[in-house]
């Protein structure tokens, strides 16, 4: 394979082969190499000359070599790097065998290694080139061990901080990007990242894989000695709900990251024009606050269930954000019973987040509803759409009837059929997601969910919540959660079974979240 040419030639010398994990890696690759020729895999090569334990011994066993799955990288890099959006970056991993499955595999051939270090050089260059991006200050030690302990998932020994200092201290490197970007690739390169060979006591392999599977799924980080203890006893319901309440703090924080997958908010924001000073950060982030309290905290607490998040009149506010509720209030976190306004997705946050800067576009805020919040598909506009003309219009009766005409034909039937009804629908709120009179009256359908006609978009999360175990909104939620924490999209016979337990349990989230980390 030969040297690899990296990111900046000034620290070439740097990154290639100065600390104990490029030994390591260069081994591993070698080995690799030599696998594919004789048909091995390259830890069946290791392990083959790795002195047995001796029977019914009770010591540590030698360390076990298994790859991080591409859920598991994913996962290791947001939490090492919490300000990072993945989406961003250039990740281009082997695919995993099974497809997509969360588990742990001895599997290393000569392309997973190939994808190993371009992927590592991509991410090494664009952390150095947006070191904000970082939680801490990147020309701090203290930081660089930070970094590398998160990543390595694991408490630096002092021989790991002398290779760190060792990389930093490189004459080549001048510059602090430099020597960001040289460390991250070392680190991500490194077999503590990319390999699970912590040095455990003798269980029953299957069962470290069992423990190993489940604590990064819920957690982003290998077993515990306890959860190790466990072996198969970590998969009943029993357990995983205890860990529920032990590690409420670390489940909830991806849950978080969760949340803004689930509703795509990595690529929304709430746009504002100058007419609207007095909508400050201060009030986007207390309406933030208040959605993610009721839609994410009250439900995993068992507040409330996701029938009721969808027909709920009450909602959380504060003397910040009251006004957008048609109501004042003096105290954080009181429970507002709204006349004008009744479910989760019509929170003045998701209102404001899916209109625009001055005016409401119903196109966009369609759209946006479809796809996030009620799971319908919709592709992306062609060039020149009705859509661009949307900008010069105004919200009246006249311009909503003309664009609505001008895409309820030809090509754009198929989309607007169902972009349409939604958008018109919530047009009793404006582009912040305050209560206005709606300029469109008619009752609407939306064919793809439901045959039923509804008043509003308020209207259509009630009908909505209605359906049951065949409801599109619920098989949507179900699915998003399960192709998070599983790295793999459901069957639809998955998500039969899934969705109806979820109506069985009343909608209630713990169960539900249970069966999905359970899921292989």
């Given at each position: 394979?030969?040297r690899?040419?990296?990111?900046?030639?000034?620290?070439?010398?740097?990154?290639?082969?100065?600390?104990?994990?490029?030994?390591?890696?260069?081994?591993?690759?070698?080995?690799?190499?030599?696998?594919?020729?004789?048909?091995?895999?390259?830890?069946?090569?290791?392990?083959?000359?790795?002195?047995?334990?001796?029977?019914?011994?009770?010591?540590?066993?030698?360390?076990?070599?298994?790859?991080?799955?591409?859920?598991e990288?994913?996962?290791?890099l947001?939490?090492?790097?919490?300000?990072?959006?993945?989406?961003?970056?250039?990740?281009?991993?082997?695919?995993?065998?099974?497809?997509?499955?969360?588990?742990?595999?001895?599997?290393?051939?000569?392309?997973?290694?190939?994808?190993?270090?371009?992927?590592?050089?991509?991410?090494?260059k664009?952390?150095?080139?947006?070191p904000?991006?970082?939680?801490?200050?990147?020309?701090?030690?203290?930081?660089?061990?930070?970094?590398?302990?998160?990543?390595?998932?694991?408490?630096?020994?002092?021989?790991?901080?002398k290779?760190?200092?060792?990389?930093?201290?490189?004459?080549?490197?001048?510059?602090?990007?430099?020597?960001?970007?040289?460390?991250?690739?070392?680190?991500?390169?490194?077999?503590?990242?990319?390999?699970?060979?912590?040095?455990?006591?003798?269980?029953?392999?299957?069962?470290?894989?069992?423990?190993?599977?489940?604590?990064?799924?819920?957690?982003?980080?290998?077993?515990?000695?306890?959860?190790l203890?466990?072996?198969h006893?970590?998969?009943?319901?029993k357990?995983?709900?205890?860990?529920?309440?032990?590690?409420?703090?670390?489940?909830?924080?991806?849950?978080?990251?969760?949340?803004?997958?689930?509703l795509?908010?990595?690529?929304?924001?709430?746009?504002?024009?100058?007419?609207?000073?007095?909508?400050?950060?201060?009030?986007?982030n207390?309406?933030?606050?208040?959605?993610?309290?009721?839609?994410?905290?009250?439900?995993?607490?068992?507040?409330?269930?996701?029938?009721?998040?969808?027909?709920?009149?009450?909602y959380?506010?504060?003397?910040n954000?009251?006004k957008?509720?048609?109501?004042?209030?003096?105290?954080?976190?009181?429970?507002l019973?709204?006349?004008?306004?009744?479910?989760?997705?019509?929170?003045?946050?998701?209102?404001?987040?899916?209109?625009?800067?001055d005016?409401?576009?119903?196109?966009?805020?369609?759209?946006?509803?479809?796809?996030?919040?009620?799971?319908?598909?919709?592709?992306?506009?062609?060039?020149?759409?009705?859509?661009?003309?949307?900008?010069n219009?105004d919200?009246?009766?006249?311009?909503?009837?003309?664009?609505?005409?001008?895409?309820?034909?030809?090509?754009?039937?198929?989309?607007?059929?169902?972009?349409n009804?939604?958008?018109?629908?919530?047009?009793?709120?404006?582009?912040?997601?305050?209560?206005?009179?709606?300029?469109?009256k008619?009752?609407?359908?939306?064919?793809?969910?439901?045959?039923?006609?509804?008043?509003?978009?308020?209207?259509?999360?009630e009908?909505?919540?209605?359906d049951?175990?065949?409801?599109?909104?619920?098989?949507?939620?179900?699915?998003?959660?399960?192709?998070?924490?599983?790295?793999?999209?459901?069957?639809?016979?998955?998500?039969?079974?899934?969705?109806g337990?979820?109506?069985?349990?009343?909608?209630?989230?713990?169960?539900?979240?249970?069966?999905?980390?359970?899921?292989?």
């Amino acid at each position: 394979m030969g040297r690899r040419k990296i990111i900046n030639p000034n620290i070439h010398k740097a990154v290639l082969g100065m600390n104990r994990a490029m030994v390591f890696f260069s081994t591993a690759l070698a080995l690799s190499l030599h696998a594919c020729s004789i048909g091995r895999s390259a830890h069946e090569i290791i392990r083959s000359n790795k002195p047995k334990p001796k029977p019914n011994s009770t010591s540590e066993s030698p360390s076990t070599l298994n790859r991080l799955t591409n859920a598991e990288y994913i996962n290791t890099l947001k939490s090492a790097f919490p300000k990072l959006e993945v989406k961003n970056l250039t990740i281009d991993l082997q695919e995993d065998f099974p497809k997509g499955r969360f588990s742990l595999t001895n599997e290393v051939s000569e392309l997973h290694v190939r994808k190993y270090l371009s992927t590592a050089e991509s991410i090494a260059k664009y952390i150095a080139a947006n070191p904000s991006k970082i939680h801490c200050t990147m020309t701090q030690e203290s930081c660089y061990s930070q970094v590398a302990g998160s990543l390595w998932r694991q408490e630096l020994s002092k021989d790991d901080q002398k290779q760190i200092a060792d990389i930093l201290s490189t004459p080549e490197l001048k510059t602090a990007a430099q020597k960001t970007e040289a460390l991250v690739y070392n680190l991500l390169i490194s077999p503590l990242f990319l390999i699970h060979h912590e040095k455990l006591k003798v269980h029953d392999s299957s069962t470290n894989a069992i423990a190993h599977r489940l604590s990064y799924k819920l957690l982003a980080k290998p077993a515990s000695e306890k959860l190790l203890a466990m072996g198969h006893e970590a998969l009943k319901e029993k357990a995983i709900a205890n860990l529920l309440s032990e590690e409420k703090t670390a489940i909830l924080k991806k849950l978080d990251k969760f949340l803004l997958e689930w509703l795509n908010l990595h690529n929304y924001e709430i746009r504002l024009s100058k007419d609207d000073s007095s909508f400050n950060s201060s009030i986007k982030n207390d309406l933030f606050l208040s959605m993610r309290k009721q839609l994410l905290y009250d439900f995993f607490d068992g507040k409330t269930n996701y029938k009721k998040l969808l027909t709920t009149q009450e909602y959380y506010v504060n003397s910040n954000i009251s006004k957008f509720f048609d109501a004042s209030a003096s105290s954080s976190n009181l429970i507002l019973t709204s006349t004008k306004r009744q479910g989760i997705f019509s929170h003045p946050f998701f209102m404001a987040l899916s209109g625009d800067s001055d005016r409401v576009s119903f196109i966009t805020r369609g759209v946006y509803l479809l796809r996030n919040a009620i799971g319908i598909s919709i592709e992306a506009a062609p060039p020149g759409d009705q859509e661009a003309k949307e900008e010069n219009a105004d919200v009246d009766e006249d311009s909503i009837e003309g664009l609505r005409a001008a895409t309820e034909q030809g090509s754009c039937y198929s989309c607007h059929v169902s972009i349409n009804p939604v958008g018109l629908s919530s047009l009793n709120y404006d582009h912040l997601g305050r209560t206005i009179d709606s300029p469109f009256k008619e009752s609407n359908k939306l064919p793809a969910a439901s045959s039923k006609a509804f008043s509003s978009f308020d209207n259509l999360q009630e009908i909505l919540a209605e359906d049951g175990r065949n409801g599109i909104i619920y098989r949507h939620f179900v699915s998003s959660l399960f192709e998070f924490y599983n790295g793999y999209q459901p069957s639809d016979k998955q998500v039969d079974t899934l969705v109806g337990g979820f109506a069985a349990d009343n909608y209630n989230f713990k169960e539900l979240f249970i069966q999905v980390i359970l899921a292989e």
